[in-house]
């Protein structure tokens, strides 16, 4: 009941709040404040997705994960770093788990600390070593055999789909021959052709039908025909100036 009150009168500027993660501050206004909305939650699980890449998030976004509750916390990826001390120790203070180990402090301000004693450090790879063994796992590769199921599904063109399948079909090679994978021209052939099975085109924007590709087509083959008209038309005009010419200057041959 107070939470619904406290959000009440906050709608209304009416209390103050505790601003940003340390609560440093009061707002009473919902637009000013400042804080992580994930970290206000105590999950029950968080699972961190090729969580290898926070590795190279800045300082800000990796404190921000940090903050974060949870009962447990997961990590999935296929490349963890574990080929140092400082991979293994960033891996396992993401999981809430200490490794033991000393760190100079960085001699100037926004320095990074330097990790190379780690390295050297044998109760660190010991340790990490531990962490290792204790809480990574790793899945198989080998999967049973899965059996393949083929359903045969008779399909039923409508007379603009079986114009662009015919068309199409037309430039490309017999699938059950053995020059259909054979050229990149086959392979490019038979990839529009399995295009034209949801998309009704080979190349560029998807059509919503058969219909308005057959339309498009038809429009653009009309606009073919005319550019090659109006080329004759020139052509013949060529023509006829030359043969004017050469009568004008008395040469029939």
């Known amino acids: 009941a107070d939470l619904v009150e406290r959000t009440r009168l906050l709608m209304l500027n009416r209390t103050e709040l505790p601003n940003g993660r340390k609560g440093e501050d009061s ?37 921000s994960l940090q903050h974060m509750r949870s009962h447990y916390r997961w990590g999935l990826t296929g490349t963890p770093p574990v080929d140092s001390n400082a991979g293994v ?3 396992s203070s993401l999981f809430r788990v200490d490794i033991p180990g000393r760190i100079a402090a960085p001699t100037k301000p926004g320095q990074c600390p330097d990790l190379s004693p780690w390295e050297a450090d044998r109760l660190v790879s010991e340790t990490a070593g531990q962490f ?51 050229t990149d021209d086959g392979l490019k052939a038979l990839e529009k052709l399995l295009k034209l099975c949801s998309h009704f085109q080979a190349t560029g924007d998807t059509m919503g039908s058969a219909r308005e590709e057959c339309h498009r087509i038809g429009e653009q083959k009309d606009r073919r025909l005319v550019r090659a008209r109006n080329q004759v038309q020139r052509c013949c005009r060529v023509l006829i100036l030359l043969e004017g010419l050469l009568l004008k200057h008395g040469d029939t041959s």
């Open 27 to 63: 707002v009473n206004s919902w637009e000013n404040l400042m804080f992580p909305v994930l970290e206000m939650f105590f999950w029950r699980r968080i699972v961190f997705d090729e969580f290898h890449e926070l590795e190279s998030f800045d300082s800000l976004q990796q404190n």
């Open 132 to 182: 290792l063994d204790r809480y990574v796992r790793q899945n198989t590769a080998e999967l049973p055999e899965i059996a393949l199921e083929e359903h045969v599904v008779l399909v039923h063109h409508t007379a603009e789909e079986r114009a662009l399948y015919l068309g199409q079909a037309h430039d490309a090679p017999d699938i059950d021959s053995d020059a259909a994978f054979g």
């Open 89 to 91: 120790i960033f891996m």
